[in-house]
């Protein structure tokens, strides 16, 4: 299982940081990411992680803002979000595979539930 946490309403330029706790499995076997809708939109890939070896992977939209990192011993992964801008609106998901998988929506077979991110002054 995968459970996201921590958004929530920001003013742009402003910081947030999620969390994606993983139960019933070693995250550190896997990768996990973090995904965002926005209304209208499809699914996006926005920062994923194998926590065995540290590789990362960021959206453009993203690299210079946002921070991905993992704790395995909490099986937790999370997405710091900085420099927050209107067009980061959305429900982030965390999701998790198999190590190595690159941060495409179809890669990944194990959702979490979403958590609504919302930048506005």
């Known amino acids: 299982q995968l459970q996201a946490s921590g958004g929530g309403l920001v003013q742009p330029g402003g910081s947030l940081r999620l969390s994606c706790a993983a139960s019933?499995?070693?995250?550190?076997?896997?990768?996990i990411g973090w995904f965002r809708q926005a209304p209208g939109k499809e699914r996006e890939g926005v920062s994923c992680?194998?926590?065995?070896?540290?590789?990362?992977e960021y959206a453009d939209s993203v690299k210079g803002r946002f921070t991905i990192s993992g704790d395995s011993a909490k099986n937790r992964v999370y997405l710091q979000m900085s420099s927050l801008k209107p067009e980061d609106t959305a429900v982030y998901y965390c999701?998790?595979?198999?190590?190595?998988?690159?941060?495409?929506?179809?890669?990944?077979?194990?959702w979490g539930q979403g958590t609504q991110v919302t930048v506005s002054s």
């Open positions: 999701a998790a595979d198999g190590p190595g998988s690159s941060c495409l929506v179809g890669e990944y077979g194990h």
């Open positions: 992680m194998t926590l065995s070896t540290g590789v990362t």
């Open positions: 019933g499995f070693k995250s550190d076997d896997y990768a």
